[in-house]
């Protein structure tokens, strides 16, 4: 016994000695690389306290050395409670600070306020932001700014004259911006002068929608409906158009039908029921198809997809539709619809639920910055939207910040990794289930690679941390395939023809769709040269393939004189 405990105390001192060199040799290196593989090595380590400390100092050293937002903020997220946390916040408040003077707008202040509440450039903030507002009203096309002015001191000499002139500049913005600025013109003057030809506009435009998509008869119950009507002096015309377009559209020679998407594609009515099917793949491919179908009715159903769905592909997919239609629509048409909803979606505006659809709307009607702002209030960090991630990561993608795209790649590996975990073989009344939230599982790390990828061939400052983020969404790739596998192999052990998530007969059917218009349309002129060119001019407007798009657009361009 006294021999083992002999052996046992050399093999501790052996151990101890062992630490004790590794501390060693990370000290005389004196550098982070040391002294985090030494952590990693022996994090409960008797030495790892001084070895963390000086590690907090050389990091600290070497982000006041590069002297960017990035560094300071990477090194609060690594060391929120270290010796220097106070001082690289102060620095990192600084360059902040130093940026939104530089910018000098009131968004830029306002922006600094919120990141530093407390900070030490508060007052001078403050009194920065102030000024910077005056000087914008001055020449603001800020509908609230004015509609601000022309409510300041009511008693003053003039302030009636002034009042007509703030609306009548308010309103010349918002006739010349679009629909957005109408319905604040309508907020922002309750009693403004030209609140009814902002509304005659805003009908005009919802007319335009609704006569674009083809929805005849709404579009004519709205105007009997609406007293604004009669000032719309080209309405019958309009109306005229679009019974021509449907005729046409309705000719049912082979040669016409091949050339139209809408016998192609299911129904609209149809399309809506599939996104309440109990199977997340119909879905899905309800909102995929969806985007197929250049209406404005495309858009509502696609938002309470994107609005009511849980599961992360049917999002994704309602997502990627809406950009489609919104990119398709007249731009009038798309900037009324896209404000019109932004407008129903803001009162209601307390959960996730309403953030991502207004984020989305303002992200793919070009209105990025506001747009980040509601996904900002959409994402919980607790419970990170995989939707939300993978648009960070292509915005950043877009603007080149790289690293930064990365880090929200590897976020989105995160998830799946924790996806593909929650999911180990499930039990067969549970396989469907799972089965489908693993096919998000095995498509977000996918995503995740190629964008960290993309940025180890860029310089950016802390490739070693790109070599970490590949490992680990190398990993959440391969647990997830696997888990997807088992998943599949229950599922269809118990439903031997349930399909798995590469399910292509959707993506096929739209690809022969297209091919075969496109392949029409240089036979219309030969088969029903009657409505033949209507028939192209609808496709080159309103096809969702810019393919066919490309190709009708040319062919009226021929046949032009």
Same mark, same amino acid.
């Given at each position: 016994?006294?021999?083992?405990?002999?052996?046992?105390?050399?093999?501790?001192?052996?151990?101890?000695?062992?630490?004790?060199?590794?501390?060693?040799?990370?000290?005389?290196?004196?550098?982070?690389?040391?002294?985090?593989?030494?952590?990693?090595?022996?994090?409960?380590?008797?030495?790892?306290?001084?070895?963390?400390?000086?590690?907090?100092?050389?990091?600290?050293?070497?982000?006041?050395?590069?002297?960017?937002? #990035?560094?300071?903020? $990477?090194?609060?997220?690594?060391?929120?409670?270290?010796? !220097?946390?106070?001082?690289? !916040?102060?620095?990192?408040?600084? %360059?902040?600070?130093?940026?939104?003077?530089?910018?000098?707008?009131?968004?830029?202040?306002? @922006?600094?306020?919120?990141?530093?509440?407390?900070?030490?450039?508060?007052?001078?903030?403050?009194?920065?932001?102030?000024?910077?507002?005056?000087?914008?009203?001055?020449?603001?096309?800020?509908?609230? !700014?004015?509609?601000?002015?022309?409510?300041?001191?009511?008693?003053?000499?003039?302030?009636?004259?002034?009042?007509?002139?703030?609306?009548?500049?308010?309103?010349?913005?918002?006739?010349?911006?679009?629909?957005?600025?109408?319905?604040?013109?309508?907020?922002?003057?309750?009693?403004?002068?030209?609140?009814?030809?902002?509304?005659?506009?805003?009908?005009?435009?919802? #007319?335009?929608?609704? %006569?674009?998509?083809?929805?005849?008869?709404?579009?004519?119950? &709205?105007?009997?409906?609406?007293?604004?009507?009669?000032?719309?002096?080209? #309405?019958?015309?309009?109306?005229?158009?679009?019974?021509?377009?449907?005729?046409?559209?309705?000719?049912?020679?082979?040669?016409?039908?091949?050339?139209?998407?809408?016998?192609?594609? $299911?129904?609209?009515?149809?399309?809506?029921?599939?996104?309440?099917?109990?199977?997340?793949?119909?879905?899905?491919?309800?909102?995929?198809?969806?985007?197929?179908?250049?209406?404005?009715?495309?858009?509502?159903?696609?938002?309470? /997809?994107?609005?009511?769905?849980?599961?992360?592909?049917?999002? @994704?997919?309602?997502?990627?539709?809406?950009?489609?239609? &919104?990119?398709?629509?007249?731009?009038?048409?798309?900037?009324?619809?896209?404000?019109?909803?932004?407008?129903?979606?803001?009162?209601?505006?307390?959960?996730?639920?309403?953030?991502?659809?207004?984020?989305?709307?303002?992200?793919?009607?070009?209105?990025?910055?506001?747009? *980040?702002?509601?996904? @900002?209030?959409?994402?919980?960090?607790?419970?990170?939207?995989?939707?939300?991630?993978?648009?960070?990561?292509?915005?950043?993608?877009?603007?080149? @910040?790289?690293?930064? /795209?990365?880090?929200?790649?590897?976020?989105? *590996?995160?998830?799946?990794?924790?996806? /593909?975990?929650?999911?180990?073989?499930?039990? /067969?009344?549970?396989?469907?289930?799972?089965?489908?939230?693993?096919?998000?599982?095995?498509?977000?790390?996918?995503?995740?690679?190629?964008?960290?990828?993309?940025?180890?061939?860029?310089?950016?400052?802390?490739?070693?941390?790109?070599?970490?983020?590949?490992?680990?969404?190398?990993?959440?790739?391969?647990?997830?395939?696997?888990?997807?596998?088992?998943?599949?192999?229950?599922?269809?052990?118990?439903?031997?023809?349930?399909?798995?998530?590469?399910?292509?007969?959707?993506?096929?059917?739209?690809?022969?769709?297209?091919?075969?218009?496109?392949?029409?349309?240089?036979? #219309? $002129?030969?088969?029903?040269?009657?409505?033949?060119?209507?028939?192209?001019?609808?496709?080159?407007?309103?096809?969702?393939?810019?393919?066919?798009?490309?190709?009708?657009?040319?062919?009226?361009?021929?046949?032009?004189?």
């Amino acid at each position: 016994m006294s021999r083992l405990l002999a052996v046992l105390a050399l093999v501790g001192l052996s151990a101890g000695g062992c630490r004790s060199s590794a501390y060693g040799v990370a000290a005389k290196a004196d550098t982070a690389t040391a002294y985090r593989a030494f952590l990693r090595a022996h994090p409960k380590d008797d030495l790892a306290e001084p070895a963390e400390a000086r590690l907090a100092d050389l990091e600290f050293a070497e982000a006041s050395r590069l002297h960017t937002v #990035l560094a300071y903020k $990477r090194y609060l997220d690594e060391f929120p409670d270290s010796a !220097k946390t106070f001082a690289a !916040k102060a620095l990192l408040e600084g %360059l902040r600070f130093n940026a939104a003077r530089q910018r000098g707008s009131p968004e830029a202040y306002r @922006q600094f306020l919120e990141d530093h509440p407390d900070g030490a450039h508060r007052a001078e903030a403050e009194q920065l932001l102030d000024g910077a507002e005056r000087q914008a009203a001055t020449t603001s096309t800020d509908l609230g !700014k004015l509609a601000r002015l022309a409510a300041e001191r009511p008693e003053a000499p003039g302030h009636a004259e002034a009042e007509t002139r703030f609306d009548d500049q308010a309103y010349k913005v918002a006739a010349g911006t679009g629909a957005g600025k109408l319905f604040a013109y309508l907020r922002d003057f309750p009693a403004g002068a030209h609140r009814d030809e902002a509304k005659a506009r805003l009908l005009s435009l919802e #007319l335009d929608g609704l %006569l674009f998509s083809g929805q005849l008869e709404d579009a004519e119950a &709205l105007a009997a409906r609406s007293p604004l009507a009669a000032s719309l002096g080209d #309405l019958g015309a309009r109306f005229d158009r679009a019974k021509a377009e449907r005729a046409a559209l309705a000719t049912q020679a082979t040669a016409a039908q091949a050339a139209t998407v809408g016998n192609y594609l $299911r129904s609209l009515d149809d399309l809506d029921r599939s996104l309440s099917a109990p199977d997340p793949l119909d879905r899905w491919q309800a909102a995929e198809e969806l985007g197929q179908h250049v209406s404005v009715r495309a858009v509502d159903l696609l938002l309470g /997809a994107l609005r009511a769905s849980h599961h992360p592909l049917v999002r @994704q997919r309602a997502f990627e539709s809406l950009g489609a239609v &919104l990119s398709v629509l007249p731009r009038r048409v798309a900037d009324y619809e896209v404000a019109a909803r932004l407008e129903a979606l803001r009162p209601n505006a307390s959960d996730a639920a309403v953030f991502l659809p207004m984020a989305a709307l303002l992200d793919l009607s070009g209105q990025l910055d506001a747009g *980040a702002t509601e996904y @900002q209030r959409a994402f919980d960090p607790a419970e990170p939207d995989p939707v939300v991630l993978r648009r960070w990561a292509q915005i950043r993608r877009e603007r080149r @910040q790289f690293f930064s /795209a990365a880090v929200a790649a590897r976020q989105l *590996a995160l998830w799946a990794l924790a996806q /593909a975990r929650l999911n180990e073989t499930p039990p /067969a009344p549970a396989a469907l289930s799972a089965s489908r939230q693993l096919c998000a599982a095995v498509q977000a790390p996918r995503f995740a690679l190629e964008v960290i990828a993309e940025a180890r061939t860029q310089k950016t400052e802390f490739p070693e941390d790109l070599e970490e983020f590949e490992g680990r969404a190398r990993e959440a790739e391969r647990l997830s395939v696997a888990r997807l596998r088992d998943a599949e192999l229950v599922l269809r052990t118990d439903s031997p023809n349930a399909r798995g998530c590469e399910d292509r007969r959707l993506a096929d059917r739209l690809a022969d769709a297209e091919k075969n218009r496109s392949d029409a349309l240089s036979r #219309l $002129r030969a088969k029903v040269p009657r409505v033949a060119p209507m028939l192209l001019e609808l496709a080159a407007a309103r096809d969702p393939s810019p393919r066919v798009r490309a190709e009708a657009a040319r062919l009226v361009a021929v046949a032009k004189p």
